[in-house]
């Protein structure tokens, strides 16, 4: 069975903090990793893709081990508009697949004032 | 920029009808997808459309769902025979090179069924 995990949360931290999401994934086989954004009752909406060397977008950071089938995402100096859940996905990446997204149920952040 | 258009925005019906929900995925992308997320539950994939035909489907697309791309635009989720279950938000998601690629998802239809 494909599963995608993470930690549910919620976060809540302080304006300014750093904030780090885990992911483990089961399937060896997935080709690509994503970090999704989703609102309260809103559609997911991308925030990076993930490459094993790394990426980094202004204060998002994500990071993915093959090794450990482990996926990051850190932001730093986190701001109100931060506040959501935020999804790990991953492709099902068997041959012949069009890249069927698995999803983690994802981990709520909150960030106060 | 260009974005998955999704229509209604909320649907309502009585246990046992049909319904059809309406996708417009961005003009270039060739793979369309459709998932469901149930409230407080994780995305799930249902279905996935290539070259007008199914690539792949999950458990959850049994023969109470159907997909079809009517015309150059439009792609569609049918479920024939509503059930209480099947109350959700409906995504449709497009990308432009399907195994690799990003998809980009659509605002959702929120799914209601009495």
């Known amino acids: 069975r494909k599963e995608v995990e993470q930690d549910p949360g919620p976060f809540n931290v302080p304006e300014g903090a750093t904030v780090a999401f885990n992911c483990t994934y089961s399937?060896?086989?997935?080709?690509?990793f994503f970090w999704y954004r989703q609102d309260c009752r809103k559609e997911p909406k991308l925030l990076m893709s993930?490459?094993?060397s790394g990426n980094e977008d202004g204060r998002f950071t994500a990071q993915l081990n093959r090794a450990s089938q482990y996926i990051s995402l850190l932001i730093r100096d986190s701001k109100l508009s931060d506040s959501a859940t935020y999804l790990c996905?991953?492709?099902?990446?068997?041959?012949?697949?069009?890249?069927?997204?698995?999803f983690g149920k994802g981990t709520k952040l909150s960030v106060k004032p | 920029e260009p974005e998955v258009t999704q229509t209604p925005s909320h649907q309502v019906t009585q246990m046992g009808q049909e319904v059809i929900l309406r996708c417009v995925p961005i003009?270039?992308?060739?793979?369309f997808y459709w998932y469901r997320q149930i409230l407080g539950q994780k995305v799930e994939f249902l279905v996935s459309?290539?070259?007008?035909?199914?690539?792949?489907k999950s458990e959850i697309f049994d023969d109470q769902f159907s997909v079809e791309r009517p015309d150059g635009s439009n792609f569609t989720l049918k479920i024939r025979s509503t059930k209480l279950e099947d109350s959700a938000m409906y995504f449709c998601?497009?990308?432009?090179?399907?195994?690799?690629?990003?998809?980009?998802f659509g605002p959702g239809t929120r799914l209601t069924v009495l």
């Open positions: 399937n060896s086989a997935s080709q690509s």
């Open positions: 996905a991953v492709n099902n990446g068997y041959g012949g697949s069009q890249g069927n997204l698995i």
């Open positions: 003009s270039n992308h060739l793979y």
């Open positions: 993930v490459y094993s």
């Open positions: 459309f290539y070259n007008n035909e199914i690539s792949e």
């Open positions: 998601a497009s990308s432009d090179r399907g195994l690799t690629d990003t998809q980009y």
